[in-house]
């Protein structure tokens, strides 16, 4: 199943271009199980072999497109408020234990939360429901999901070149004329870039969390 859904994501960005990034990155970024790893990377390649999109264009339908999923994410979750979330995020494969862990992030680090989580895996696509909950400022939660999605979406293109250099010259053709490209050869070669990458963001994460709890004030006893 895990392997048509794929074909079917690579066929939408091929087809529609722009219009496919910015539909599968805004489903990545609400309910819907879209690895952004599997979106700007081949959308990345397609562009470095001199089809109808750019580098740049990617990295812009990318970072709008996650945009947009938070955003509409946002809005439903303040609007249902937390009692229909928490009721019935679980049929949108969000249980209750997963939306109060990404609350908790939430009320802990705020607009600092906001940025790191879009350059995280799994709580990328949950962090805007607390944000929601919460009745964050539109404005600014908008500000740090389109910085840290642009960031993201730039460091996936880059990871696409480098991957696309990695594929052989049948591979390649096969890629930019839409046909049967070998899906698992190309999935292992993004896992084996984007470990190191997501490895070095993860660390800055630690790193900025730690200092947020070093300098926070103690609790008087």
């Known amino acids: 199943m895990m392997q048509s859904l794929i074909e079917t994501w690579f066929h939408w ?3 529609w271009g722009y219009g496919g990034v910015i539909l599968l990155m805004a489903m990545e970024s609400s309910i ?12 990345a390649i397609l562009a470095a072999q001199g089809g109808s999109m750019s580098l740049t264009g990617v990295i812009l339908a990318g970072t709008f497109g996650s945009w947009l999923g938070s955003a509409i994410t946002y809005w439903a979750a303040l609007l249902l408020g937390r009692p229909l979330v928490m009721r019935f ?5 969000m249980p209750p234990d997963k939306i109060e862990r990404a609350e908790r992030f939430m009320r802990r680090y705020g ?14 696509h949950l962090i805007s429901i607390p944000a ?62 984007a470990l190191w ?25």
Do not use: N
């Open 111 to 124: 607009g600092g939360g906001i940025f790191f989580a879009r350059l995280l895996p799994v709580i990328r």
């Open 89 to 93: 995020g679980k049929f949108f494969l």
């Open 13 to 15: 960005v091929h087809a």
């Open 32 to 43: 819907f199980p879209v690895p952004s790893e599997l979106v700007i990377p081949p959308a």
């Open 197 to 221: 990458i997501i490895a070095a963001i993860a660390a800055v994460g630690v790193l900025y969390f730690l200092a947020l709890r070093l300098t926070e004030p103690k609790k008087s006893v």
């Open 132 to 193: 929601g909950m919460l009745r964050m400022g539109f404005l600014k939660f908008s500000v740090l999901t389109v910085v840290g999605s642009a960031i993201w979406c730039s460091v996936l293109a880059v990871l696409g070149q480098k991957v696309g250099k990695r594929l052989d010259p049948d591979q390649l053709t096969a890629l930019k004329l839409g046909q049967g490209v070998d899906l698992q050869h190309l999935i292992h070669a993004v896992k084996h870039e």
